[in-house]
């Protein structure tokens, strides 16, 4: 065997061995303290959703709840195995896993195998990361779909085949129905085409490829257009702070020091970017505009977007996620000499780890609702023919998944509201306004266990739960108050 051969081949085992060490270290972080927290609102709802009846699966995607359809089906076929909250959210964990080394064979294909190890060793150990590889969300599928779009769009304009075309189409498919901002990666990516060479790019494959995503995304068009935008309503204003969380939320939650060396990675390899895309038209200068459009076209596009309509959020950000890691990366790797290049990725990785270790004690994005306290207390306390009212209906599923986990009947205690007859259906997920639920014949049990969202707790004034405690004190008298993180329970009786 030539040298040149038996180094590459030693060279290609030491990059799968590192990489297969990169993905245990990966797999111990995000299945250490899985179920140290409890569900909170959106996870109760993932699983609420997945457990319908397929009729009113269905119907609730298309009455109210399309985005994240991807994941709703596969959480669905999961759930046939297990209902543990450590099951469920290892779905989420497999996921994140599989990200590692398509992050790596796209850092590979990109640059060198360096800036693909690399990339995933930050991915591997990053926060925000973590944080939604541990969450019964659709964020982890999102982020690995983001990946291998991007893989099989490098693959498709460099090998030029049909399949590869196909599985891209399919992947950017996915991507928007696992969630909606997934259509800002892939015009990241489309944008990114007009830095190829006029050759490079075969038009027939890819005026094909935009026909049928477009095909494909008719049925979303449809129902946001019957939607609107107003289930984003709830997403406050943009202002500097919440920008500058973001960034450093993104960055791995280690602080400034954190987010300071990131964007100095960042800065070198964008230094290298815009030095390649003085000549234009090459594919090495669209393997540098494909990651930086990647990166900042959805977080300018959202951003601009927030000056008209609220709809700034991190978690829904984590699009830019695979391509914010690889930049810096190869800023990383652009380092020398080889001591300096070693001694900045250290410092990244050991305060990246730090921001993880700071997330198992306490989430960095939004307040976590305790769930699995509130619903404890509740049943411990119920008696036979108490009532409960949920404020925010959708809520209850989380309340259900509790309730089925400590072995209870469906009717103990009973739900006045939302309850279908006969049972749990898609109905019951829809929010109605508050006015309308109030006509409603509501049932007046001997007792009624009142759940509002902590909106004293949280600053925010929701003049709905002064309503329902105002409703019920006119036919109850107020017997308990108690509080957890992020809800209200309130115990009327007559």
């Not at 019964?136 to 599928?141: E, S």
Request: charged share 15%; aromatic share 16%.
């Amino acid at each position: 065997m030539p040298a040149a051969d038996r180094h590459a081949r030693c060279g290609g085992r030491y990059s799968l061995a590192l990489l297969a060490l990169v993905v245990v270290v990966a797999a111990w972080l995000r299945f250490h303290l899985l179920t140290a927290k409890s569900f909170w609102f959106d996870e109760g709802f993932s699983v609420g959703v997945a457990r319908l009846g397929w009729t009113d699966f269905l119907q609730l995607l298309w009455h109210r709840e399309a985005n994240m359809a991807a994941y709703y089906v596969l959480l669905r076929f999961w759930l046939k195995f297990g209902i543990g909250e450590f099951f469920v959210r290892s779905l989420s964990v497999v996921f994140a896993l599989a990200t590692i080394p398509a992050i790596y064979a796209l850092g590979a294909r990109l640059f060198r195998p360096r800036v693909g190890l690399i990339a995933a060793l930050l991915f591997a150990v990053n926060a925000f990361s973590v944080r939604y590889s541990q969450e019964a969300r659709g964020y982890a599928l999102l982020v690995l779909l983001v990946t291998l779009s991007s893989w099989f769009l490098v693959r498709s304009i460099e090998e030029g085949t049909s399949r590869n075309w196909w599985l891209y189409t399919l992947c950017a498919v996915l991507t928007v129905y696992t969630h909606f901002y997934g259509i800002l990666a892939i015009a990241a990516q489309s944008l990114s085409l007009a830095f190829l060479p006029r050759l490079q790019l075969d038009r027939t494959y890819f005026f094909r490829f935009l026909r049928y995503f477009f095909y494909s995304l008719l049925p979303l068009a449809l129902f946001l257009w019957r939607t609107g935008s107003q289930p984003m309503s709830w997403i406050p204003a943009l202002n500097a702070g919440i920008l500058a969380h973001f960034f450093r939320s993104f960055a791995g939650n280690g602080g400034n020091l954190l987010l300071a060396a990131c964007a100095l990675a960042w800065i070198f390899a964008s230094v290298t970017a815009l030095g390649v895309l003085r000549h234009p038209r090459s594919v090495t200068a669209w393997h540098y505009a494909l990651l930086l459009l990647s990166f900042v076209f959805p977080i300018l596009s959202v951003v601009g977007i927030s000056a008209f309509k609220s709809a700034f959020l991190a978690r829904y950000l984590i699009i830019c996620l695979p391509a914010s890691v690889l930049l810096a990366a190869e800023g990383i790797s652009r380092c020398r000499p080889a001591w300096l290049r070693a001694a900045f990725l250290i410092i990244v990785v050991a305060l990246s780890v730090r921001g993880t270790v700071s997330y198992y004690r306490a989430d960095f994005d939004n307040a976590r609702d305790n769930w699995r306290a509130a619903a404890s207390y509740l049943l411990a306390n119920a008696r036979p023919g108490d009532g409960i009212f949920f404020y925010t209906s959708p809520g209850r599923f989380t309340f259900e998944y509790y309730r089925l986990q400590a072995g209870r009947p469906l009717n103990d205690p009973a739900v006045i509201y939302p309850a279908s007859d006969g049972g749990i259906t898609y109905r019951d997920f829809l929010v109605l306004p508050l006015g309308e639920v109030l006509q409603q014949p509501l049932a007046q049990p001997p007792r009624v266990w009142l759940f509002l969202n902590n909106h004293r707790a949280s600053g925010h004034m929701d003049m709905g739960s002064d309503v329902m405690c105002a409703y019920y004190a006119k036919r109850y008298r107020l017997v308990s108050q108690h509080t957890v993180d992020g809800l209200d329970l309130f115990l009327y009786q007559r």
